[in-house]
């Protein structure tokens, strides 16, 4: 394999395949990235100086009718771009283009780090057609457990790993947040496919939030949705290129958003997820009940959402930090684990069903 492509369709995901596009180019692989525009996913990209391909803009919409009608739009200008860079391998989390790889006859490795049961689309539409399924150990892939390649790490890491990010104070330092405790309340929008009728935090409960954590340090929201008049002075305004640093040096994090939580929990910081996935998503449950790194918290539980906040907000959470580094030296390297899967591919296949702890190479 020397030409691969990657397709990105989340600003999370840039992050992801950024370290490990890095150290395929160093084994002189051509790559080349095709992206559906998301959020500040092309400032990303511009910022890193890394080349891509846009392949469509993103139209929001709700309406599973248009959902669909975009993504055989997006997947048929996909099919022609891939038509013409004739690569060996695709890369991407975005299950759903797995359809247009096996249409090409091209080997497509896909990245997930959600249970089965609650991306059923993808599971669905996206996994019958994927070559290979990398996922967490602690994922619940069901009936796909037989393609999946289970690794001891978590997706995030790939980024968060200790390898690829040190934070910085004095990033924090220039956002005046170096010598006071902060906290950091995040509002998604919740529109994806696997998040209809799904509850979250409301402006209502942000509101009583407030008093409670102001007792003990600065209170900034960041927010998806428009915040009303009263809450904007809150507003986290900084470059989203830091956003890893301002939440390594957050005293806590409450938020509706399963990614931030997640990527709190990796770098130590204590967080409460408050939605209806709480309970429900396999790697969230092991950095909660393993690690005790995160809360997950039902929408029916506002009184325990605002107990369990100002508890966390007063108290001396050093302990996170060191959970956190005993867990991290738990996991494996997953950029360095994968290139050297795809550089041996499809050998690395037959070794790792013989012997998945092999993969501990990698740390």
């Given at each position: 394999?020397?030409?691969?492509?990657?397709?990105?369709?989340?600003?999370?995901?840039?992050?992801?395949?950024?370290?490990?596009?890095?150290?395929?180019?160093?084994?002189?692989?051509?790559?080349?990235?095709?992206?559906?525009?998301?959020?500040?996913?092309?400032?990303?990209?511009?910022?890193?100086?890394?080349?891509?391909?846009?392949?469509?803009?993103?139209?929001?919409?709700?309406?599973?009718?248009?959902?669909?009608?975009?993504?055989?739009?997006?997947?048929?200008?996909?099919?022609?771009?891939?038509?013409?860079?004739?690569?060996?391998?695709?890369?991407?989390?975005?299950?759903?283009?797995?359809?247009?790889?096996?249409?090409?006859?091209?080997?497509?490795?896909?990245?997930?780090?959600?249970?089965?049961?609650?991306?059923?689309?993808?599971?669905?539409?996206?996994?019958?057609?994927?070559?290979?399924?990398?996922?967490?150990?602690?994922?619940?892939?069901?009936?796909?457990?037989?393609?999946?390649?289970?690794?001891?790490?978590?997706?995030?890491?790939?980024?968060?790993?200790?390898?690829?990010?040190?934070?910085?104070?004095?990033?924090?330092?220039?956002?005046?947040?170096?010598?006071?405790?902060?906290?950091?309340?995040?509002?998604?929008?919740?529109?994806?496919?696997?998040?209809?009728?799904?509850?979250?935090?409301?402006?209502?409960?942000?509101k009583k939030l407030l008093p409670k954590l102001s007792a003990y340090g600065k209170v900034f929201?960041?927010?998806?949705?428009?915040?009303?008049?009263?809450?904007?002075?809150?507003?986290?305004?900084?470059?989203?290129?830091?956003?890893?640093?301002?939440?390594?040096?957050?005293?806590?994090?409450?938020?509706?958003?399963?990614?931030?939580?997640?990527?709190?929990?990796?770098?130590?910081?204590?967080?409460?997820?408050?939605?209806?996935?709480?309970?429900?998503?396999?790697?969230l449950e092991e950095l909660e009940h393993k690690y005790n790194l995160t809360f997950g918290l039902?929408?029916?539980?506002?009184?325990?959402?605002?107990?369990?906040?100002?508890?966390?907000?007063?108290?001396?959470?050093?302990?996170?930090?060191?959970?956190?580094?005993?867990?991290?030296?738990?996991?494996?390297?997953?950029?360095?684990?994968?290139?050297?899967?795809?550089?041996?591919?499809?050998?690395?296949?037959?070794?790792?069903?013989?012997?998945?702890?092999?993969?501990?190479?990698?740390?």
């Amino acid at each position: 394999m020397q030409k691969i492509a990657v397709y990105i369709n989340h600003p999370s995901q840039h992050y992801l395949f950024k370290n490990l596009l890095s150290l395929l180019k160093q084994k002189s692989y051509y790559t080349k990235i095709f992206i559906k525009e998301k959020d500040i996913l092309e400032k990303l990209l511009v910022n890193d100086n890394v080349d891509y391909q846009l392949l469509m803009r993103n139209k929001r919409s709700n309406s599973i009718f248009d959902l669909i009608k975009n993504v055989f739009k997006k997947n048929k200008e996909l099919y022609f771009a891939l038509k013409e860079y004739k690569p060996d391998l695709l890369l991407t989390c975005g299950s759903d283009v797995a359809q247009v790889s096996f249409m090409l006859r091209v080997p497509c490795f896909v990245f997930n780090d959600d249970d089965a049961a609650v991306v059923r689309f993808s599971a669905l539409f996206g996994w019958p057609f994927a070559s290979l399924l990398f996922a967490p150990r602690s994922c619940s892939m069901g009936f796909w457990k037989r393609k999946t390649i289970a690794y001891n790490g978590y997706q995030k890491l790939g980024y968060l790993h200790p390898n690829y990010f040190s934070p910085n104070r004095r990033i924090i330092e220039k956002y005046g947040l170096h010598n006071v405790p902060y906290f950091i309340i995040r509002s998604v929008s919740l529109t994806a496919h696997h998040d209809r009728n799904i509850r979250g935090l409301n402006n209502d409960l942000v509101k009583k939030l407030l008093p409670k954590l102001s007792a003990y340090g600065k209170v900034f929201i960041s927010s998806e949705k428009k915040l009303p008049e009263d809450l904007q002075p809150y507003q986290l305004k900084i470059n989203p290129l830091d956003i890893h640093h301002v939440l390594y040096y957050a005293s806590l994090l409450i938020g509706d958003s399963q990614s931030m939580a997640h990527e709190a929990a990796l770098l130590g910081t204590p967080s409460i997820r408050f939605n209806d996935f709480a309970g429900r998503i396999g790697v969230l449950e092991e950095l909660e009940h393993k690690y005790n790194l995160t809360f997950g918290l039902s929408p029916d539980e506002p009184e325990l959402l605002k107990k369990k906040a100002e508890a966390l907000a007063k108290a001396d959470n050093a302990d996170f930090k060191v959970r956190a580094k005993k867990m991290m030296s738990e996991m494996i390297d997953l950029p360095q684990f994968i290139v050297w899967f795809i550089e041996n591919y499809p050998k690395s296949l037959k070794i790792m069903r013989k012997n998945p702890d092999y993969q501990n190479t990698f740390k």
